[in-house]
T-cell receptor
């Protein structure tokens, strides 16, 4: 089955700096890669996603890049703000007969220091 | 998302007892999912359902059971066979599985052992 590794497990940045989280996946058939943000005790919320026919996607201060050859994808947050502090999860899935099963990485705890 | 309702928010289980977690969605989504989240860890898939009256085991199905008798409802039973049930349980739904579509989560149920 799919295996997703996420690094780093914790990330501390100064407000205004950039944050980068990296994920690798094992199944080359995976074709959908969402990112979720989870605040303490709350539901994960989808912040951005990318499909395998696209190499990069941006949404304001957030961007995701995908390298299918190397089987890794990354989340970039620019001009970080204190409200960006949360746990971020990457995930991978492949549509098909087995269903839209998401396999999650272990999460990255991001702390933005004022 | 306001369209996915999980109840109760907190649940306590006595040893040897089965407990059922409720998940209801009014988004008209075909697919529904149950995940388990342990402290400081990612989400692991317990069961998922692509259509009414059909469901499949995820990665950690042992000790759990589900039913999908109605499109909008996907209850999870934590049986006495699950020896370590303390965790945060998250239900999610997505429009379908034909092509990868985002999964959206409920607010979760926190289950503890008495």
């Amino acid at each position: 089955g799919e295996n997703v590794e996420q690094h780093p497990s914790t990330l501390s940045v100064q407000e205004g700096d950039s944050a980068v989280i990296k994920c690798t996946y094992s199944d080359s058939a995976s074709n959908y890669f969402p990112w979720y943000k989870q605040e303490l005790g709350k539901r994960p919320q989808l912040i951005i996603d990318i499909r395998s026919n696209v190499g990069e996607k941006k949404d304001q201060r957030i961007a995701v890049t995908l390298n299918k050859t190397a089987k890794h994808f990354s989340l970039h947050i620019t001009e970080t703000q204190p409200e960006d502090s949360a746990v971020y999860f990457c995930a991978a899935s492949m549509s098909g007969a087995a269903g839209n099963k998401l396999t999650f990485g272990g999460g990255t705890r991001v702390l933005v220091k004022p | 998302d306001g369209g996915i309702t999980q109840s109760p928010k907190y649940l306590f289980r006595k040893e040897g007892q089965n407990v059922t977690l409720s998940c209801e969605q009014n988004l008209n989504h075909d697919a529904m999912y149950w995940y388990r989240q342990d402290p400081g860890q990612g989400l692991r898939l317990i069961y998922y359902s692509q259509i009414v009256n059909d469901f499949q085991k995820g990665d950690i199905a042992e000790g759990y059971s589900v039913s999908r008798e109605k499109k909008e409802s996907f209850p999870l039973t934590v049986t006495s066979a699950q020896k370590n049930p303390t965790a945060f349980y998250l239900c999610a739904s997505s429009p379908g599985t034909g092509y990868n579509q985002p999964q959206h989560f409920g607010d979760g149920t926190r289950l503890s052992i008495l």
